[in-house]
């Protein structure tokens, strides 16, 4: 398990280093920026990030896993499709009351505060790379103290590989706020297309971008940059 591990890590790394300095970006208005950000990205690489995608499997619903089931206000987000432009940008969250797999409640608000949201499924091979990544990043102290990182655990199955989900995540340190999706609906309220799923929000609950598949920190990093604060 700890060989597999660091050789995500290593390629993670590797898929970082690569990346770097991709974007020379004018500051002409945030919400502009971070769409330049972002369209940047969905243009350098086959998949439109660092790294591959996992696409939906025919399941999709919350699985067994012990939380409560989250409560989802407000208007969906169009099913994410990067090949013909996003038309969830300037669209305003719904809010989520959800909780953890130990009971306690995360939520995803309208606070005035930018938010990345990261969309994971326990049998994705990407998000299996992309998790230690994240982390390391976050270990590394270099996670942004001004924009909420929030996670999403969802399209749970006990039948398929590595479930489950907390026990993955534990293994990983994962110290990133988890919102169990147990009912399967917060994924198609913010339209999720396949994993990874990032969802980017500005601090006025507007959406900024979206992207699928594994995300190089350096790029990461560049969108954060530019979230409207």
């Known amino acids: 398990m ?35 950000a972002i ?19 025919s399941f999709s619903s919350g699985g067994a896993v012990s939380s409560a089931d989250p409560t989802v206000t407000g208007q969906s987000l169009p099913l994410f499709d990067q090949s013909v432009g996003d038309p969830a940008v300037g669209q305003v969250i719904p809010t989520v009351q959800g909780s953890d797999f130990n009971g306690q409640s995360v939520s995803i608000d309208l606070d005035g505060r930018p938010k990345v949201l990261l969309f994971l499924a326990h049998w994705c091979s990407h998000c299996q790379a992309e998790v230690p990544a994240v982390q390391d990043w976050l270990d590394a102290g270099r996670g942004p103290t001004d924009v909420d990182l929030i996670s999403v655990a969802t399209s749970n199955d006990p039948g398929a590989p590595n479930y489950p989900p907390d026990a993955w995540l534990e293994r990983e340190g994962w110290t990133v706020p988890v919102i169990v999706d147990s009912n399967g609906s917060v994924a198609p309220a913010y339209g999720l297309s396949a994993f990874p799923f990032w969802v980017f929000v500005g601090a006025d609950g507007q959406v900024t971008g979206r992207l699928t598949g594994e995300l190089p920190i350096a790029d990461l990093e560049t969108i954060i940059a530019s979230l409207p604060r």
């Open 2 to 36: 700890t060989r597999s591990r660091e050789s995500r890590r290593e390629a993670a790394k590797a898929r970082e280093k690569s990346s770097s300095s991709r974007f020379l970006l004018p500051v002409v208005g945030a919400g502009v920026v971070i769409v330049a």
């Open 39 to 57: 369209g940047a990205i969905l243009l350098t690489g086959g998949s439109g990030t660092g790294g591959g995608s996992t696409p939906l499997p």
